[in-house]
């Protein structure tokens, strides 16, 4: 099995994942994933493809490039980017990742300033007088 690449987006986070056969290993930005995401909950949400899929799990080696945006956007974006690249190597397991929502982007990002306005909606207060 040659190298396997997918890409993951969440806010403004980009994942670049690599997937090949291996032991199970997680490497993000040249650090195991338990290193790079301290937080129990982030290290879970990265391992939610797995958890789903368990022929898969322990099998990959996977190699991640994150750029951009924070903690959790990165962790969901890897997450998505994992989902992608385990269905290109099994079409099967797009049912059960599709069903948990794994393969869906979350289009969802920050609204941009308005000129005029102290943010996107918030506007200065209003004086009658």
Request: no cysteine; glycine share 10%.
């Given at each position: ?22 032991s ?18 982030l ?7 797995f ?35 385990l ?43």
């Amino acid at each position: 099995m040659e190298m396997i690449n997918a890409t993951g987006r969440r806010k403004a986070a980009v994942a670049r994942v690599y997937l090949t056969k291996g032991s199970g290993k997680i490497i993000v930005n040249g650090k195991d994933y338990k290193e790079y995401f301290p937080v129990f909950l982030l290290q879970h949400i990265v391992e939610q493809p797995f958890n789903e899929i368990e022929e898969a799990k322990g099998t990959y080696d996977i190699n991640v490039n994150i750029v951009g945006g924070g903690p959790k956007g990165q962790a969901e974006a890897l997450r998505l980017g994992i989902s992608r690249a385990l269905v290109k190597i099994n079409e099967e397991w797009k049912l059960p990742l599709k069903q948990k929502g794994y393969l869906t982007r979350d289009p969802r990002v920050v609204e941009r300033k308005k000129y005029g306005r102290k943010k996107a909606r918030k506007q200065f207060q209003f004086s009658k007088r």
